[in-house]
T-cell receptor, first 111, second 114 residues
């Protein structure tokens, strides 16, 4: 089955700096890679996703890159703000909607 | 995206008992899933709830422990049977979105087993 690894487990940045979270996956059949943000006590919220036919996608301060050959994808947050502090999860999915999640990254943005 | 509700939002149960969690969606959805999130951990897929047929379980999860019903396209239940403290987790349902592959999560059920 699919194995998704995520690094780092914790990330602390100064407000205004950039944050990068990296994930690798093992199953070449995976073709959809979402990122979720989970604030304490709340449900995971989809923040951005990328499909296997695209190498990069950007939405305001958030961008995701995908390297299918190397089987890795990354989340980039620019100009970080304190409200970006949360746990971020990457996931890899196949055409049947089954998702396998990474272990999560706790991002702390210091004001 | 669909509006998803879960009942109960939280519960405290005694070991050896069972709890049934309900997931209700405000529109018909093809795909519904159940996840477990243990304290401070990631999300682990338990099973895919199939409408009109038996659920499809992931490795490490079995029907006797986590029976699932999916009577229609807007509703599903997950039962946690013969509970032990190790079952203390947040249980979340998720549904597929309109766009291919998207999934959206319910608010979760926080279960504590004493």
């Amino acid at each position: 089955g699919e194995n998704v690894e995520q690094h780092p487990s914790t990330l602390s940045v100064q407000e205004g700096d950039s944050a990068v979270i990296k994930c690798t996956y093992s199953d070449s059949a995976s073709n959809y890679f979402p990122w979720y943000k989970q604030e304490l006590g709340k449900r995971p919220q989809l923040i951005i996703d990328i499909r296997s036919n695209v190498g990069e996608k950007k939405d305001q301060r958030i961008a995701v890159t995908l390297n299918k050959t190397a089987k890795h994808f990354s989340l980039h947050i620019t100009e970080t703000q304190p409200e970006d502090s949360a746990v971020y999860f990457c996931a890899a999915g196949d055409g049947f909607n089954k998702f396998y999640f990474g272990s999560g990254t706790k991002l702390n943005v210091k004001p | 995206s669909a509006v998803i509700s879960q009942k109960p939002s939280r519960d405290i149960c005694q070991r050896g008992t069972s709890l049934t969690i309900q997931c209700q969606v405000d529109s018909q959805v093809t795909m519904m899933f159940w996840y477990r999130q243990q304290p401070g951990q990631s999300l682990t897929l338990i099973a895919t709830a199939n409408q009109g047929s038996e659920a499809t379980y992931e490795s490490g999860f079995v029907i006797d422990k986590f029976p699932i019903s999916r009577p229609n396209l807007t509703f599903s239940t997950l039962t946690v049977s013969n509970m032990s403290p190790e079952d203390s987790s947040i249980y979340l349902c998720s549904v597929g979105g309109i766009s291919y592959n998207e999934q959206f999560f319910g608010p979760g059920t926080r279960l504590t087993v004493l």
